[in-house]
Structure formats: C-alpha cells, structure tokens
C-alpha cells in the first residue's frame, strides 16, 4: 500500500514521525475491518494510531529503575510503611491490545532509605506502557521497588478492568481483576500482611 496520503506533511508541532510501513500496516487494518482507508477522515488516522501506540508503548523507551536511584537516607527515624494508593494508570493486554485500565496501590516497608513517593506512580507507568498481562505487570513494579530499594517488604496490588473482556469476547463489563504480589515481611509476616491489605483496602 502506497503513503500517498501524507497530509501534516509540514508537521509544525514536531510530533514525532511515523515510518511508512507503520501507516501501511495501520492502512491494511483499517481496510481488513472493513473501511476505507482513503476516505477523508481517515487520512491521517495511520499517523495518529502510530504515535497513540508510541505514547501507549513508551515504556520500553526507558528503565523504570531509573526512577529510584535517588534516594533519601534520612528518614527522621521513620520506620513504617509507606504507601502509595488509588494510583490510575493504563496499560494494554499483550492477547488483544486493548486496554487495560486500573489502580494500583504500591507499599513498602523502608529498611533505611527512601524514595521520593511519584517515583513509585512513575515506576508503575513505566511497566504499564507497554504491552502486558496484568500479573507480569504486579510483579514487575514490586521486584523494581525490590531490588533497587531493598526494603523490608514490598506489596504491590492492582485492581483493573480489561477491555478486551468489555468491548469484546465475553463482554462483561464491569469486572475487576485483582492480582498482587507481596515480598519479604508482608509476605512472611502476618500482622505486616493483614496490615498492609487492610490499609489498602482488601483487608
Ligand atoms: N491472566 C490474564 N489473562 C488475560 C489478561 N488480559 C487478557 N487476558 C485473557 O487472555 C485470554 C486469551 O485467551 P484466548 O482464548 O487465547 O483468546 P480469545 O479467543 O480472544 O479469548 P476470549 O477473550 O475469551 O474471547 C482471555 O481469556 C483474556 O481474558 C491478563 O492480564 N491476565
Ligand atoms: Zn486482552
């Protein structure tokens, strides 16, 4: 398929470029589902799609560790958990490329450093921008704050609704999938468990 139909050609914003067999391939998709790819309000769709995919996937352009190399030793002797919850993020399933959208609550238990707390939202969408299941993802974001941290526990728990099981297959919107993934003392210890999931709200 041709790229005949380059319209930003002068692309005042800078957006970045999308190669010419992106846009074909997006063209044959359009096509394959039953639309013109040469109608006008399509024109530019390939370029659109091309770059939302780049956004959506910008994750691998990074290493979400990256986010937790500053960290502050000084923690005025604070030494309880620290947490961040209700975060909202996006992600697309690995099956189907739809859309995965959640919140996670992301806690851990500081040994004698901590981070800044974005730094754990930004930990998060680095997994997240990228093509997923919603359990490598759990695991992800709590072996990162894991081993770059090394604290006394990590508990990582994402509540998400999948759009390819709203939008498609079954269809049945409305349904959460909850994973989470507990390292060191909440895994090990009770009180620290029951803890932790009850401050989250799955207590
Ligand atoms: N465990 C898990 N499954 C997921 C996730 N995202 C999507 N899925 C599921 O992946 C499965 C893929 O199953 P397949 O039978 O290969 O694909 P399919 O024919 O499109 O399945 P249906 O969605 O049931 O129509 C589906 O059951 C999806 O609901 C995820 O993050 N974790
Ligand atoms: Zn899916």
């Given amino acids: 398929m041709s ?80 947490m961040l919850k209700d975060i909202p ?27 800044g707390i974005s730094k754990l939202a930004r930990v998060l969408h680095g997994y997240a921008r990228r093509l997923q299941i919603q359990e490598r993802l759990t695991a992800e974001v709590a072996k990162c704050i894991w081993d770059n941290l090394e604290p006394h526990g990590v508990a990582v728990v994402i509540e998400a609704e999948h759009g390819c099981m709203t939008g498609r297959g079954v269809r049945t919107p409305g349904v959460s999938m909850i994973t989470s993934r507990l390292l060191g003392c909440f895994l090990d210890d009770p009180r620290s468990r029951k803890e932790v999931l009850g401050l989250m709200g799955y207590g």
């Fill in 89 to 115: 993020f996006q992600s697309h399933c690995e099956h189907h490329l739809a859309p995965i959208t959640g919140k996670a609550a992301i806690a851990y238990m500081p040994r004698d450093r901590v981070v």
């Fill in 3 to 82: 790229c005949q139909h380059d319209h930003d050609e002068d692309n005042p914003l800078g957006k970045p470029d999308v190669p010419a067999h992106v846009q074909d391939a997006i063209r044959t998709l359009i096509e394959w589902a039953g639309d013109d790819p040469a109608r006008e309000g399509l024109l530019d769709t390939p370029k659109r799609v091309g770059r939302a995919w780049l956004e959506y996937c910008q994750g691998y352009a990074e290493d979400p560790a990256i986010h937790l190399s500053r960290q502050f030793e000084e923690v005025g002797g604070y030494d309880e958990l620290v």
